[in-house]
């Protein structure tokens, strides 16, 4: 049994296996082939999800996350970058319709799920009523954290339709943004759930 | 005033649509077959030489192209003529902690990173600097073998009018010190870049820069290659507020890797190395001392910095100058004198944030003109409105102000909030605050030194009634590609999004110096707006000859050219189009702007004038706890002068953006470095380096005073950094309404504002802040009487030495 | 990009399975459940397994579930936002639910889960930094160095227990279920953690965690409040849970039990029983709140390895117990 917690602390692991001074990547041990069952080779393996509505197979290393495979792979760009550490937001996506962040998440851990980015945001040409009210109202400055942010918006709107300006605030909250102060954005998300409303009002009515 | 169809609505910026998308192309969105991937070693000391680097081991990894070191690029490289003191990679020496010393680009980024770890590089540790005092008390070993001497870059000592006969006219004189810690602009983009080389000898370049134009400078420079063919296309910008306006080394470094591998090569910044990049708000030290009269005028004033400016020149010669310029545009000075000092340290390199090198002063100002306030019995806001600067007039310092509407932007924000039922009236631990500041909208003086245009336009119509604009200019987010299609929209009376715009590539639009110091709404807006006359001129003469109607009676509107009299006779825009360019030939006009000339002739009155200035004033509420001395801001009124808006939407925006950023700085946002660990940055994560979340954002109340100046297209000043300034001094202002503590420190933590607050429990001076103001050896200032003293903007030859 | 490190995905299909590869590979592989804590480490090199076995998926770390004694089980894999968002437990446990709600930002409580959460990695701004950086200060006794960049002459690590549910599940005395190829077995949550930044827990390597039992929701009360700097993202860097029951007499009852835990302070949650005494046969008021809240403070001895300065935080100890034991009145 080891002495601590940390790998880092038993005397053969270093030995064993490089430090981090040589690279990790090239350096890497002979898998280890596991009696019972066949462990996955950190070489590349099927996944199938469903991104923006079409079904997609892709062969990706388990150490891919998501939002490497989405803009590296598929060529969705949409989806940005500021951290890759969890720390600001902007690689916000929809899994199963909840926002999660596609830089920690891992590509494989999606098998059968559905993902939405910002390029499955509008309906054809038909922009979802956020997009217009962020457009239309400036929330979107540079327009960097904008994807991150209608995502994290639509899934607050999908599963509240009237919300308040706190609730919009903390949903809002794990998404950053050097340009508008928030203001706008506050503002583009409150006239979209009214225009909704008043869209699904309308078409209840009808 | 007249009545605009486009200019001064609030409408969709040209390309907000995109964006909203997620369609808009940042640089490292590009792709391109065959590209590879460069990682920079980056130095893990502060300061020392650099011996051998060996890149052997990284360049046998499979998957790895090439690599660089500091010999393969040796020539020099810095955004002012004055310090050109960066190398690409180091060559002999290291100066901060991430100055990069080696490259290496492969098949992949993972294995460019992997490769990294293989490189041998030597480097000989040197005694390190981290401070202002530390600097000025360490002239050995030197940063750089340049500057004003031992460790000290630059020195600047202005004096206008006579201040010791100012201080002895007075009623009261007060000196106050304070430091304003230094901080950075975070874009949420990280810099990334990607270049190109084609077999023909050209090189292609695009990137997260403000400055296309001088990154073409740089890399003509460094490359040895001639501009001509060299292509930098600046991509729109996740994020600048500064932080991408000099060259940096990984965009020469992939342009040296294109040409060497024949391929694409990109990189992209991780946030650390971001953090390195830097080129933010200097830290600076500042004591200021004032003579007043009772009624609160200045008799007479003395301003000065200690600027701590990292390890390399950047901007900094230009932020020292700044740092003690435009103290003079907001109240009246009847004497003024500057003593400012750059130190190089063993830190990421400080250059333009928002506002550049003005807000840290600007905060000492309106900090220490509260004080005066309280030491007179004044009303703070009331005795800033009694003061100010009038419209149409030279400064102390020969700056000249035109429009000056900061008047009506005190009297909006003293009644929207409320300012006389609250100022010192409200319970213990909520607070009101006002200060007011100016900015640019364009420095009157191009970073190198020449007689050309500082932003030209370029306009192509088409057979079609196609307008496309090409500028240099480049969108970070600002509204720059909108505001180029609003003016010439507005000109030629056709829809703005059907114009296109083309910006910030240097092979293909005129230049434009960048998208810097708020210069490019009234610098490119002012060329478009000449190129769109011509061309209406040019239409209008063909369109006159065909409906027989004199040229002068033409109007464009609505997308038609028709006769005022009868807007039944006339055409369509296209047509018009057609009728000109059987006249005329092809149509294409341009358009340039140059600023004016500023009265100042000594050196260094080329840091300061502008075209027009903008004002702000701001009034902060804030709640301190008294238990912890934990800081919130309630609402902040703001009234901005913007001359006129081109668009009151993102007017308003660029205000909210400001206070934003301004709120960060003012509360929690700071670049600290361990100095006795190696001078690591403290903090270079989006998690420790505090920006506000939607939970310390407050309500912003935002005012705009329209009085169109005439230097501005249409009127209009800036807005992108003037707002930003007088939020950091409102607050804390507010903090010492709230709870009668000062601090003169930014930001202002909760561990500072507790422990003045027991300070003050216990009957000791409820101030923090500095106490001391190291002397560095100024220079013999420069002499400039003021205007009303008899001077014409030019020094007096000696002055006789004054102690 | 700051990228991930190769590595071997495991996703065992049952618990026993999970455990079982654990036990083989050893030191090699580690747990992962959300993977909010795991992942940035490992991108920044400070944890480097060669093998990665999820088990958030596993069937026996799901659910909430009231038993028959009136207790209830959560699963270890439910994630931070089910845990707040819960209504029988925000009914039930309000200060689980509000330390859940206190967890970083929004889209990591999507995924969080509470087992990571009570297994989160101590945390130190030396130690919490990339490779190259780390490498600017030749690394730290927690990771690849050999000095205690805090305390240079302190032979252990002093990084900081930073979960903000820790120290709820000791105050409302929760048990922990683990499991290993040994079988299974209960620890109070009081037990479950060790003051050490390096082996911070004091189960063994392998054992997962299943699930955590909370007592029955019969007349306690409790409370959690937490400092940082902003109001969202940031760790704590002072977390304080309290439990308090009275007797039979309404709000003026005195007190008759108490528990108050200190968090984010030391390197794990530490129970406070000097705290607690203050309060225990007085009914609770501004008197024996002070008296809990000196107590408090005297206990705690923070470092200077998190935001904000050490004896800022220390102060903090007091205004927060305050506010925590305040909650409970009425
Ligand atoms: C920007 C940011 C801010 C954060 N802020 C906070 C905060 O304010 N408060 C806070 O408490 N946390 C915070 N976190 C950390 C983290 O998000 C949460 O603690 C989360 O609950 C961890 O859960 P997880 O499932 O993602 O853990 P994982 O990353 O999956 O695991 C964390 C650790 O626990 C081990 N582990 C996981 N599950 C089990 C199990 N069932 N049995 C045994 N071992 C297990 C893993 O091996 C790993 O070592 C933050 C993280 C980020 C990136
Ligand atoms: S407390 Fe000391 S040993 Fe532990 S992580 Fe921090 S610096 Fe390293
Ligand atoms: S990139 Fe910052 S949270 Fe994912
Ligand atoms: S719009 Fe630029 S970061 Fe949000």
Redesign the pocket.
Same mark, same amino acid.
């Given at each position: 049994m080891c002495p601590r917690n940390s790998l880092a602390a038993l005397p053969w692991f270093h030995e064993a296996l490089p430090r981090l001074d040589s690279p990790p990547t090239t350096a890497y041990p002979r898998p280890i082939m596991y009696k019972h069952r066949v462990i996955d080779e950190p070489g590349r393996r099927l996944l199938r999800m469903t991104v923006n509505d079409s079904a997609i197979e892709i062969a990706v290393r388990p150490h891919k996350t998501l939002l490497e495979v989405l803009r590296e792979d598929l060529f969705l760009t949409g989806t940005k970058h500021g951290c890759e !550490?969890?720390?600001c937001g902007t690689c916000a996506i929809l899994v199963d319709g909840e926002p999660v962040?596609s830089c !920690?998440v891992l590509a494989i851990a999606c098998e059968g799920k559905e993902i939405r980015t910002i390029e499955g945001m509008a309906d054809g040409p038909e922009l979802h009523p956020l997009q217009t009210t962020f457009a239309d109202l400036g929330a979107a400055q540079c327009g960097y954290c904008t994807p991150g942010f209608l995502l994290t918006a639509q899934a607050l709107l999908d599963e509240n339709p009237d919300p308040t300006r706190q609730e919009i605030k903390n949903a809002l909250a794990g998404n950053l943004c050097r340009c508008t102060g928030y203001l706008k954005i506050y503002e583009a998300v409150e006239l979209a759930a009214k225009r909704m409303r008043n869209g699904s009002d309308s078409e209840a009515k009808r | 005033m007249s009545e605009y169809r486009v200019i001064g609505k609030p409408l969709r910026k040209v390309d907000a649509t995109d964006k909203v998308l997620g369609k808009t192309l940042f640089a490292d969105d590009l792709i391109k077959p065959r590209m590879l991937f460069c990682k920079l070693l980056r130095s893990h000391i502060p300061h020392g030489t650099v011996g051998k680097v060996d890149i052997g081991p990284a360049l046998a990894m499979p998957g790895v192209i090439a690599g660089l070191i500091g010999e393969d690029l040796p020539t020099t490289f810095g955004i002012l003529p004055i310090s050109q003191d960066e190398h690409a990679l180091a060559l002999d020496k290291v100066r901060f902690v991430g100055d990069p010393i080696a490259a290496i680009v492969a098949e992949d980024e993972e294995t460019a990173e992997a490769a990294i770890h293989l490189i041998q590089a030597e480097l000989e540790p040197l005694d390190s600097i981290s401070s202002i005092d530390q600097a000025i008390r360490t002239p050995e070993p030197r940063i750089h073998d340049y500057g004003a001497y031992g460790n000290i870059h630059k020195l600047v000592n202005l004096e206008f009018g006579d201040v010791e006969e100012g201080f002895a006219e007075a009623d009261h004189v007060r000196e106050d010190m304070v430091f304003f810690e230094g901080n950075t602009h975070l874009p949420i983009e990280q810099h990334a870049s990607l270049a190109d080389w084609s077999p023909d000898g050209k090189l292609t370049l695009w990137s997260s820069t403000q400055t296309p134009h001088y990154v073409h400078k740089a890399l003509a420079r460094v490359l040895g290659m001639p501009a001509a063919r060299i292509r930098v296309i600046a991509c729109p910008n996740g994020g600048g507020f500064g932080g991408k306006s000099d060259p940096f080394n990984h965009e020469i470094v992939v342009a040296e890797l294109a040409r060497r591998t024949g391929r694409p090569v990109k990189i992209t910044l991780t946030r650390e190395e971001v953090f390195y990049c830097h080129r933010g708000r200097h830290p600076i030290l500042m004591r200021v001392k004032s003579g007043v009269k009772k009624d609160g005028s200045i008799t007479g004033m003395h301003f000065q910095s200690l600027l701590d400016g990292g390890g390399y020149g950047s901007y900094g010669v230009a932020s020292t100058f700044y740092s003690g310029a435009l103290q003079t545009v907001t109240y009246n000075i009847k004497r003024y004198k500057f003593d400012g000092a750059r130190m190089f340290t063993n830190k990421p390199p400080c250059g333009p944030k928002r506002g550049h090198g003005t807000p840290q002063p600007r905060h000492a100002l309106e900090v220490h003109l509260d004080k005066i306030a309280e030491d007179l019995h004044l009303d703070p806001a009331e005795m800033r409105l009694n003061n100010l600067v009038p419209p149409d007039s030279v400064t102390a310092n020969y700056l000249k102000v035109g429009t000056m509407g900061l008047g009506k932007c005190i009297e909006k924000v003293i009644e929207g909030s409320g300012w006389k039922e609250k100022h010192r009236k409200m319970p213990h631990g909520r607070g009101i605050g006002i200060a007011c500041s100016s900015y640019l909208s364009g420095a009157g003086l191009p970073i190198y030194w020449n007689s050309m245009p500082h932003s030209g336009v370029m306009l192509k119509l088409d057979r079609g009634g196609g307008v496309a604009v090409f500028c240099g200019s480049i969108d970070i987010g600002q509204g720059s590609d909108s505001v180029l299609a609003y003016v010439v929209a507005e000109v030629l009376g056709i829809d703005p999004f059907d114009i296109r715009v083309v910006t910030a590539d240097t092979d293909l639009t005129p230049v434009d110096l960048g998208s810097y110091s708020s210069r490019v709404t009234l610098m490119s807006g002012n060329a478009a707006l000449q190129a769109a006359e011509k061309a209406r001129e040019l239409l209008a003469q063909a369109a006159a000859e065909k409906l027989e109607v004199p040229s002068g009676e033409i109007v464009f509107a609505d997308g038609r050219v028709f006769w005022a009299s009868d807007p039944e006779k006339g055409m369509s825009f296209a047509k018009a189009v057609v009728a000109a360019e059987s006249k005329f030939g092809t149509i294409g006009t341009v358009g340039s702007y140059t600023p004016p000339r500023s009265p100042g002739q000594y050196k260094g009155a080329g840091v300061g004038p502008s075209p027009a200035y903008s004002y702000s004033a701001a009034i902060a509420e804030v709640d301190v706890d008294p238990e912890t001395g934990i800081v919130s801001a309630r609402k902040i009124w703001i009234g901005h002068d913007i001359g006129q808006s081109i668009n009151p939407m993102l007017v308003i925006g660029q205000v909210e953006g400001g206070v934003y950023m301004g709120l960060g700085e003012a509360l929690m946002e700071e670049m600290a470095y361990r100095d006795r660990v190696n001078i690591v940055h403290k903090t270079p994560s989006?998690?420790d380096y505090k920006s506000p979340t939607t939970h310390e954002m407050c309500e912003v109340e935002t005012y705009l005073v329209e009085d169109p100046d005439p230097n501005g297209p249409f009127g209009a000043k800036e807005v992108g950094q003037g707002p930003l300034l007088p939020t950091i001094p409102a607050i804390a202002n507010a903090v010492y309404d709230a709870v009668g503590v000062r601090i003169d420190e930014v930001p202002i933590t909760p561990e500072k504002v507790l422990r003045a607050i027991r300070a003050k429990e216990k009957g000791k001076d409820p101030r923090i802040g500095p106490t001391k103001f190291p002397e560095p050896e100024w220079s013999e200032p420069l002499v400039v009487p003021p205007p009303w003293e008899g001077g014409d903007g030019k020094p007096v030859e000696k002055k006789e030495v004054a102690g | 990009m700051l990228r991930l490190p190769n590595f071997h995905y495991h996703v065992p299909e049952s618990l026993a399975e999970a455990v079982r590869i654990k036990k083989d590979l050893g030191p090699l592989a580690?747990?992962?459940?959300? /993977?909010?804590? &795991?992942?940035? *480490?490992m991108k920044r090199r400070q944890?480097e397994?060669h093998h990665v %076995?999820q088990? /958030?998926h596993l069937e026996e &770390?799901q659910g909430v579930r009231r038993l028959d004694d009136g207790s209830c089980r959560i699963g @270890?894999?439910i994630?931070?936002t089910t845990l707040a968002g819960d209504t029988t437990l925000k009914r039930d446990y309000p200060a689980l639910a509000e330390?859940?709600h206190?967890? @970083?930002?929004p889209q &990591?409580?999507n %995924?969080?889960?509470? /087992? /990571?959460?009570?297994?989160?990695?101590t945390r130190c701004n030396y130690y919490d930094q990339t490779y190259e950086w780390r490498k600017g200060i030749s690394f730290c006794l927690k990771k690849d160095g050999d000095t205690c960049w805090v305390a240079r002459s302190s032979p252990k690590c002093l990084a900081v227990t930073?979960?903000?549910? @820790?120290p709820v599940a000791i105050a409302l005395a929760a048990e922990i279920e683990?499991v290993s190829t040994r079988g299974d077995r209960t620890v109070p949550a009081g037990d479950f953690y060790s003051n050490d930044g390096i082996r911070y827990?004091t *189960?063994d390597p392998d054992?997962?965690?299943?699930g955590i039992r909370l007592p029955p929701p019969n007349g306690w009360r409790s409370s959690y409040v937490?400092l940082?700097r902003r109001g969202t993202?940031?760790?704590?860097v002072l977390g304080i849970a309290a439990w308090i029951r009275r007797g039979d007499g309404g709000t003026d009852a005195p007190v008759e039990e108490a528990r108050i835990v200190l968090g984010a302070v030391f390197s794990e949650p530490v129970l406070a029983p000097e705290a607690a005494d203050a309060l225990i046969g007085r009914p609770l008021s501004t008197e024996t709140i002070s008296d809990a809240a000196d107590a408090m403070y005297k206990l705690a001895k923070p470092m200077d390895n998190t935001d904000f300065l050490l004896s800022w935080r220390k102060e903090m100890v007091k205004p927060y117990t305050k506010k925590a034991l305040e909650k409970l009145i009425g």
């Open positions: !550490l969890g720390e962040l !920690l | 989006m998690l | 580690m747990f992962v459940a959300g /993977g909010t804590d &795991l992942y940035p *480490k944890q397994p %076995v088990i /958030g &770390l @270890a894999g994630t931070l330390a859940a206190l967890v @970083a930002s &990591l409580r %995924v969080g889960t509470l /087992g /990571g959460n009570l297994c989160l990695d930073s979960t903000d549910t @820790a683990l827990l *189960k054992e997962l965690v299943t937490k940082r993202f940031d760790f704590p």
